[in-house]
């Protein structure tokens, strides 16, 4: 089978890239990018991923220079296109601004990899370094506003680059230059999802052996797809599922995951109640990445309490659970990754039993997109198929937990740059004291919000002034848009950690938003909507909601839902009614730069 190859040099999106080639019907595999050429001599196509580094560092990760001479097509992203145009000759400095979000570049050689695309195209970027100096051999082809070499190529050797992202789906024209690049490398188009079934199925099948599966079930559609998968290959009577209840899902959600599985035919699914064990051991705990530690660490102790409960021999057990690719790459769990937000899934108890191949996890090379296609191969109810995305931690990562200090230093200078930009639109702005995580160039961020306030009934404009912030500002990596009440200036924080009440008020307020979008019939327009809950009042005591509602495919980048305003406003007053919330904010921040789930 002719094969495309991925050097990962830990973008967050590498992984993309070879689920976008797939998409193509090439089948794609992924290396370190530093990588010896002398094992690519077989790869129809070589493409060079985005990372977190800068190529000036001294510790950066370089290519082997010898894949330029392979002689086959190799096409460079973000920081593959600095490192194409570091390593042939060309300059690499940083740029005047950061780049994150949408753009516009011109392309003004429409060859090669740009065959087909528009004078004018709308892209996603993700960088503060550049090239400025193009190698020799190279013709710059593409540029924006701020980054005037956004894509060049040598014709004659078969090399392109672009500074931007063309396997997420915020770049339109991206899977045309995809396309383009595997017609240059001549590779046949012999992949399919029907063909990933039956060989994972294989695998299935040969890494367990005569074993049984032990499978930790969350309910959602990742975890359903993987129980159907390995019901398939082992049979029912081989594979425990157990569904441990955490005491952070939706408001009766657990009832309705057993319902939603019956219904497919699932009879070997267990229920564990750890509620208790799980607040007891949150209570006083207030940074994210420690709480999504201990959520995820308990998870394995669980499954190993259960386990001696049925007095399962190890031998004859494997553990198993429905890891997707987003959770490995934001983990950190590529070679050159940076840590966005340690996933429960792949906390460091659950990593060692990784790497002592006791844990089989036959989604994990795929994104959302694709595990829904195999949802729906195996026969999953389009209810499953299309749930909105969960978190695996549940509403303990949408119930932020703050402290009454965590304000930023040199609070009255930022604020009074922010609000010069900000008036200019007729608009207030507060920096609100607390903070979120965000991914801005391939590196993880915990920083502060900003919200802005004033006379707004409509989007226009939020987009780019949402992005300029967050671009302008390394200590902002959101912005959100007050909706109540009308002014935003007297904000009081109390120290919060998670509790039944405050989880309680979270279900109530996630409730009236999901009951919501179903009764006007924007659920599918919707790709995820999380509500957040701050431990903010606002005028008054209480706490406030954030509406996070996001259109997307793979998690991996998203732009925030545009609302009818009318809608909008029905929902505030709903919200509104619900005794303790007291500010309700819409988040206007798109990823990059900010993380669809806050923590």
């Known amino acids: 089978m002719d094969k495309i190859v991925v050097l990962d040099f830990g973008g967050q999106y590498a992984h993309l890239i070879a689920n976008r080639i797939r998409r193509l019907g090439v089948y794609s595999e992924i290396k370190d990018g530093d990588v010896s050429a002398s094992e690519l001599s077989e790869y129809k196509g070589l493409i060079l991923s985005g990372g977190p580094a800068s190529v000036s560092a001294p510790d950066s990760v370089k290519c082997d220079l010898g894949i330029f001479d392979l002689g086959i097509p190799v096409l460079g992203i973000c920081y593959g296109h600095q490192l194409i145009g570091d390593v042939l000759g060309g300059k690499v400095e940083k740029g005047k601004v950061r780049e994150?979000?949408?753009?516009?570049?011109?392309?003004?050689?429409?060859?090669?990899?740009?065959?087909?695309?528009?004078d004018e195209e709308r892209v996603w970027m993700s960088?503060?370094?550049?090239?400025?100096?193009?190698?020799?051999?190279?013709?710059?082809?593409?540029?924006?506003?701020?980054?005037?070499?956004?894509?060049?190529?040598?014709?004659?050797?078969?090399?392109?680059?672009?500074?931007?992202?063309?396997?997420?789906?915020?770049?339109?024209?991206?899977?045309?230059?995809?396309?383009?690049f595997v017609a240059l490398t001549g590779a046949k188009r012999e992949w399919s999802i029907d063909s990933y079934i039956q060989d994972v199925t294989a695998e299935i099948k040969e890494k367990v052996g005569a074993k049984k599966v032990f499978l930790l079930v969350s309910g959602g559609v990742d975890s359903t797809v993987a129980f159907l998968l390995l019901d398939k290959a082992l049979g029912q009577e081989n594979v425990y599922g157990l569904f441990v209840d955490m005491g952070f899902m939706r408001m009766n959600e657990g009832k309705q995951v057993e319902e939603s599985l019956k219904k497919v035919g699932v009879s070997n699914l267990h229920v564990?109640?750890?509620?208790?064990?799980?607040?007891?051991?949150?209570?006083?705990?207030?940074?994210?990445e420690e709480k999504r530690k201990i959520i995820g660490d308990l998870f394995v102790d669980i499954q190993e309490k259960v386990s001696n409960e049925l007095n399962l021999n190890p031998e004859e057990w494997i553990l198993a659970q429905g890891t997707i690719y987003p959770d490995t790459i934001e983990t950190g769990g590529t070679k050159h990754a940076d840590v966005i937000k340690t996933h429960h899934n792949r906390v460091e108890k659950m990593q060692k039993l990784i790497d002592e191949g006791k844990v089989l996890e036959p989604l994990s090379q795929l994104y959302k997109?694709?595990?829904?296609?195999?949802?729906?191969?195996?026969?999953?109810?389009?209810?499953?198929?299309?749930?909105?995305?969960?978190?695996?931690?549940?509403?303990?990562?949408?119930?932020?937990?703050?402290?009454?200090?965590?304000?930023?230093?040199?609070?009255?200078?930022?604020?009074?740059?922010?609000?010069?930009?900000?008036?200019?639109?007729?608009l207030k702005s507060k920096i609100l004291p607390v903070r979120s995580v965000g991914v801005q160039g391939d590196k993880r961020t915990y920083a502060h919000p900003v919200c802005i306030y004033g006379d707004v009934n409509s989007w226009d404009g939020l987009n780019e002034l949402s992005t300029q912030l967050t671009n302008q500002f390394p200590e902002?990596?959101?912005?959100?848009?007050?909706?109540?009440?009308?002014?935003?200036?007297?904000?009081?924080?109390?120290?919060?950690?998670?509790?039944?009440?405050?989880?309680?008020?979270?279900?109530?307020?996630?409730?009236?938003?999901m009951d919501f979008i179903g009764e006007v019939g924007i659920d599918r327009d919707i790709w995820q909507f999380p509500t957040v809950l701050i431990p903010l009042g606002v005028g008054d005591e209480g706490e406030s909601v954030v509406l996070r509602?996001?259109?997307?495919?793979?998690?991996m980048t998203a732009n925030f839902y545009q609302m009818e305003f009318e809608k909008l406003r029905e929902l505030v007053k709903r919200l509104s009614s619900l005794r303790g919330i007291s500010g309700i904010f819409y988040d206007v921040t798109n990823k990059p730069p900010g993380t669809i789930e806050w923590e």
């Not at 994150?100 to 528009?118: H, L, M, P, R, W």
């Not at 564990?272 to 994210?288: I, K, M, N, R, W």
């Not at 009440?485 to 409730?511: C, G, H, V």
């Open 549 to 555: 509602p996001v259109c997307s495919e793979e998690a």
């Open 272 to 288: 564990y109640d750890a509620g208790e064990e799980y607040f007891s051991a949150l209570e006083g705990v207030y940074a994210p």
């Open 476 to 513: 902002v990596n959101r912005v959100l848009l007050g909706l109540q009440p009308d002014d935003f200036s007297e904000l009081s924080i109390q120290n919060s950690y998670l509790t039944r009440d405050r989880i309680s008020l979270l279900q109530q307020a996630d409730k009236v938003v």
């Open 100 to 118: 994150y979000g949408s753009a516009v570049v011109k392309v003004t050689d429409k060859k090669g990899i740009f065959e087909g695309v528009g």
């Open 369 to 426: 997109d694709e595990v829904r296609l195999v949802g729906e191969r195996l026969g999953l109810a389009e209810e499953m198929v299309w749930r909105h995305p969960f978190p695996g931690p549940g509403l303990a990562v949408r119930c932020l937990c703050a402290k009454s200090e965590d304000y930023p230093e040199n609070i009255a200078e930022l604020e009074e740059k922010i609000n010069a930009i900000v008036s200019e639109k007729g």
């Open 127 to 180: 960088h503060f370094d550049q090239v400025v100096d193009e190698p020799k051999g190279f013709k710059v082809v593409a540029s924006s506003e701020d980054c005037p070499i956004a894509g060049m190529a040598d014709y004659d050797r078969n090399i392109f680059s672009v500074q931007f992202h063309p396997e997420v789906t915020h770049t339109p024209c991206g899977m045309t230059i995809l396309e383009n």
